[in-house]
């Protein structure tokens, strides 16, 4: 530490010590605004932070038992050094000034972390107003912007006790004083209240659109692949009954009837997934605790002749029980084998590995979003070594109609891996995948463990 920099610290602790809060008994009125942080935030942990020589005290604290941790494992020594920016560490683990902490790694295990500085009118930061997870978490721009006006009442509660400590020298003046800090508090809670209250209000509004939009698509889907399939039929049914009758007279004409067939056959087909995938969205389920070997079993007779064509090696480890609809199930991972076997590498004997184990909570990628939070959950991996695919387009497979090859090269509607997406997210899970190219794919299926 440089002597200008010591200097600073010096005036920096000074400042907080005028504060007289140090060591002080807990008020309601911090502790109401680290419970709305946590409400607002959606964090288990929240706390109000101040930073002396040694160590962190917590004027207030929100789900964490200890009053003070030393300032050497303290995120919010960092924080207070940059008092002008809110300092958000998304997943601690990853980052080499907390990887090896003591708090990341064991109790409270501090993944996610947003701390605001607590700066005084003198520009003194004397702690931080933060908010942390234990798992990898990102805030909203209104969630920051509530956590940075939420502090600025902290700091204010802070004036407003030395105010009082000045009290005896300046009683008349500090009650007027007073009396205006207060009314700023009240003034700025209530504005902070209204506007989350209109940001709830929108949020609900926006969520009732989106069902609706939902609902009425799905409808259209349903309604489209049912009733498109009639007219279909006919078209398939008549250029059959022309190209058995009359193809020797048609010449150039039945390359083009040809044509039309094979046009019909996809028509039919995306029609035969798209009614499937408006089912899957319709939310009817018959969930009960089955086997996932079961399951397998299931997939493996119903590919055995293309698997067998193929020439595949398939291996399987043991796999568990889950609650799910067994149906909906053998649907997802026929696809996933289906997938493998059908871009394969020519040059290659298909090999396919069905892997899984437990991974706590903890251990979850950064990147992946589950519909349900658990202690545990399930990962099921299928993995080969066909053609595989750039790690850049891994985000859109899942996407309705998504292919990234033609028709030509690979049949197949495009709807595949979105109904996989949509059954799993139902199941309060989440699928993702890696790849490389010309060396394999991995499709990584997170299931709750039951």
Request: charged share 25%; aromatic share 6%.
């Amino acid at each position: 530490m440089n002597g200008a920099t010591a200097e600073h610290e010096e005036k920096r602790i000074a400042a907080l010590r005028s504060y007289n809060i140090l060591d002080s008994l807990p008020e309601q009125d911090y502790d109401e605004l680290t419970r709305l942080a946590s409400e607002i935030c959606h964090t288990p942990i929240s706390l109000v932070s101040l930073v002396d020589e040694e160590r962190q005290w917590f004027k207030s604290r929100h789900g964490l038992p200890v009053s003070e941790t030393h300032r050497n494992l303290s995120f919010c020594s960092h924080a207070i050094t940059t008092p002008d920016q809110t300092m958000v560490i998304n997943d601690s683990r990853k980052d080499e000034r907390f990887a090896d902490n003591p708090l990341v790694n064991g109790n409270p295990h501090v993944i996610f972390y947003a701390g605001v500085p607590l700066v005084d009118s003198n520009g003194f930061a004397l702690g931080s107003f933060c908010v942390i997870d234990n798992t990898p978490r990102q805030l909203s721009d209104q969630q920051l912007s509530a956590l940075k006006v939420l502090s600025k009442q902290i700091v204010r509660l802070l004036e407003v006790r030395k105010l009082r400590s000045e009290s005896s020298d300046f009683e008349l003046d500090f009650e007027g004083r007073l009396e205006d800090l207060l009314s700023q508090r009240t003034y700025h809670l209530t504005s902070v209240n209204k506007e989350l209250s209109d940001l709830n209000r929108k949020v609900t509004e926006n969520n009732d659109d989106l069902k609706k939009s939902n609902l009425d698509l799905e409808q259209f889907a349903f309604v489209a692949s049912h009733d498109l399939q009639e007219p279909l039929r006919k078209i398939q049914s008549f250029s059959d009954l022309v190209m058995r009758r009359y193809s020797g007279s048609l010449g150039e004409g039945a390359e083009y009837m040809a044509k039309i067939q094979l046009a019909a056959l996809r028509m039919s087909q995306l029609l035969t997934s798209l009614l499937s995938f408006s089912k899957i969205s319709s939310g009817k389920q018959s969930k009960g605790v089955i086997s996932m070997d079961q399951v397998m079993q299931t997939v493996l007779y119903d590919l055995e002749l293309a698997i067998s064509e193929t020439k595949a090696v398939l291996k399987c480890d043991p796999l568990p029980m889950v609650e799910a609809d067994h149906t909906q199930l053998c649907q997802v991972f026929q696809n996933l084998i289906m997938n493998s076997l059908k871009f394969r590498r020519n040059d290659t004997p298909v090999q396919i590995e069905i892997r899984h184990k437990t991974v706590p909570k903890k251990d979850l990628p950064a990147d992946v979003s589950l519909a349900r939070i658990c202690d545990n959950y399930h990962l099921i991996e299928v993995a080969d070594n066909g053609i595989g695919f750039d790690q850049e387009q891994a985000g859109k497979m899942f996407q309705l109609f998504r292919r990234l090859h033609s028709t030509r090269e690979f049949p197949g509607t495009g709807i595949g891996l979105a109904i996989c997406e949509k059954v799993i997210a139902s199941h309060g899970g989440a699928i993702s995948a890696r790849g490389q190219k010309d060396k394999g794919a991995v499709f990584s299926v997170y299931l709750p463990a039951v």
